[in-house]
């Protein structure tokens, strides 16, 4: 079933706020099995001239992801979300998140099409603070593949 | 900000370490758990082939994280990093045989930009094949 592409263009509200913990970004720099001081040692990531610990930089998917899961499970969108791969993902950053940040996401649909049978969806998460600092903008391409497409 | 590497000192062609990263089915739970991303594609047989996939295969983000690595290792500071993208162009199947798989990284500098930015291309491949399409971070370098 082809997506609603009345979506397109489409905002979210701002989610609620995100505060960024020291032990998520070790937990998760431990489970990308990355060693960087940056992640886990707070006088090497002051070193480095940040407040506190650094996160990785796909760490912002942590985010992202939870916000745009307002749009793709929506039901009025049509998008099936059991046969959902990742298209592609594109991050840039204003500077790196770090550990004390309080973030909130707004999403934007960017693009809806269908492809062979695919059928895919690119948001965009713009991660900001509460004083409305852009931190990270994420940009997501998810692919639910039709029946009849090739793997 | 403070790189190990200088843009005055890196020139376009220039390799990075090439890496090889295991990765196995404990990795995607641990990941699923720290990302939030519990998709059952990426820890449960039955539901991998039931979306038509061969077998489990491992969330994009987490072949996103590992080939970030041969950056962020080159570099020093992942704080460098300006800009980051990639396409999945091939699911990365992870057997439950104990030993998973392994994905070999290598980056080249793509391009010197204004501002002491530098363009890295980024080709991670399992068993030989590309499973990433457009890996291309651009960072700032001191």
């Not at chain 1, 990742?86 to 649909?109: C, K, M, N, W």
Request: charged residues 20%.
């Amino acid at each position: 079933m082809p997506l609603d592409p009345t979506f397109v263009g489409r905002s979210y509200p701002p989610t609620p706020v995100y505060q960024v913990g020291r032990e998520k970004i070790r937990e998760f720099a431990a489970a990308i099995g990355d060693a960087n001081p940056a992640y886990i040692d707070l006088e090497a990531a002051r070193a480095l001239g940040y407040s506190d610990l650094v996160a990785p930089p796909t760490f912002a998917i942590v985010l992202s992801m939870r916000a745009a899961h307002q749009v793709v499970m929506d039901p009025a969108l049509g998008l099936d979300y059991s046969r959902v791969v990742h298209g592609d993902q594109r991050f840039t950053y204003t500077r790196p998140i770090v550990a004390g940040d309080e973030l909130s996401v707004v999403v934007t649909v960017e693009k809806i099409r269908s492809m062979a049978g695919n059928e895919v969806i690119t948001t965009r998460g713009d991660i900001s603070t509460p004083d409305g600092e852009l931190v990270c903008s994420a940009y997501s391409t998810l692919v639910a593949r039709g029946p009849e497409a090739a793997t | 900000m403070t790189t190990y590497v200088s843009y005055d000192e890196v020139e376009v062609g220039q390799s990075l370490p090439t890496r090889s990263f295991p990765l196995t089915r404990a990795d995607l739970v641990r990941y699923a758990g720290a990302s939030g991303d519990f998709n059952p594609i990426h820890w449960n047989a039955r539901s991998a082939t039931g979306a038509g996939l061969p077998d489990v295969i491992a969330h994009g983000m987490v072949t996103m994280a590992i080939a970030a690595r041969v950056v962020t290792d080159w570099i020093g500071d992942p704080g460098a990093i300006v800009e980051y993208s990639v396409r999945f162009i091939r699911p990365v199947v992870v057997p439950d045989d104990g030993s998973g798989t392994a994905i070999e990284v290598e980056g080249v500098v793509a391009e010197k930009l204004d501002d002491g930015q530098v363009r890295l291309d980024l080709t991670a491949r399992v068993a030989g094949e590309k499973i990433l399409g457009m890996a291309r971070a651009t960072v700032r370098l001191s």
